[in-house]
């Protein structure tokens, strides 16, 4: 039996207690936090739920299949930030499983992909979800300006996840070069954007210009910015109070 838990937005406290009951009943128990690098103590969640857990890199995930292997002998659970279903890599485990007759169960959990409604922002008005990656040399994708402008055209919203390790003001400062080589008229400095960081704890969540913005210390990682769309009156009344 494989168990894929969600543990929340924020750290070992978000996790539910159906998740907690999950994690109890099995033999081994397995985490990754690369897909969304939340403030997890992994002592703290070992004393919470009573077991040793392995936390996984991504190839052990995604090539070695460690948490399939175990799941054909026992009872066996996987922990992943966020929900349990928020990253394509966790619905592929799913998958595998079920291809290989191993019974799964889902354990849902809060999630950015919710959370982002602490902006004040209609969650049925946002768009594509968009992924920033790092540039590296020779490697700039212009594919995050193009999807932020389809959801614009369409007046929506576009939820914005940074890369792993990214802050809000490196962000800003890739999405105005984005600018500069696609000439889009998406963003200047004076482009107002909303930065959120730390929900699920002590969130911050502000809404100004994009060059405030980027000189802004929003302190620890991860940092989200959500690009609004059309704006409703009632939107805009919640924005005028952040």
Same mark, same amino acid.
């Given at each position: 039996m494989l168990y894929l838990v969600g543990i929340g937005i924020h750290d070992e406290k978000d996790i539910s207690l159906k998740g907690l009951e999950a994690i109890k009943k099995c033999d081994k128990v397995f985490a990754e936090f690369y897909t969304s690098p939340i403030h997890v103590d992994l002592k703290k969640l070992e004393e919470i739920t009573g077991k040793k857990i392995t936390v996984l890199e991504r190839k052990h995930v995604e090539e070695e299949?460690?948490?399939l292997e175990a799941a054909k002998e &026992?009872?066996?659970a996987f922990l992943v930030g966020g929900d349990a279903l928020s990253a394509t890599t966790h619905t592929e485990i799913v998958l595998d499983a079920k291809k290989t007759k191993i019974p @799964? &169960?889902?354990i849902h959990a809060s999630s950015i992909f919710t959370a982002v409604a602490e902006t004040g922002l209609m969650l049925y008005k946002f768009g594509k979800t968009v992924s920033l990656p790092v540039p590296k040399e020779g490697y700039f994708p212009t594919t995050p300006y193009i999807n932020i402008k389809e959801n614009r055209d369409c007046g929506l919203h576009t939820l914005l996840l940074l890369d792993i390790g990214m802050a809000a003001g490196k962000a800003i400062d890739i999405l105005l070069e984005l600018e500069d080589k696609m000439k889009g008229k998406l963003f200047v400095s004076k482009t107002k954007i909303? @930065?959120?960081?730390?929900l699920g704890g002590d969130s911050v969540i502000k809404y100004d210009t994009m060059e405030t913005l980027r000189k802004t210390d929003f302190g620890a990682l991860p940092h989200?910015? @959500?690009i609004p769309g059309k704006l409703h009156f009632h939107e805009e009344e919640f924005l005028s109070v952040l």
């Open positions: 299949e460690i948490v &026992r009872d066996t @799964v &169960r889902v909303i @930065v959120a960081a730390n989200t910015i @959500v």
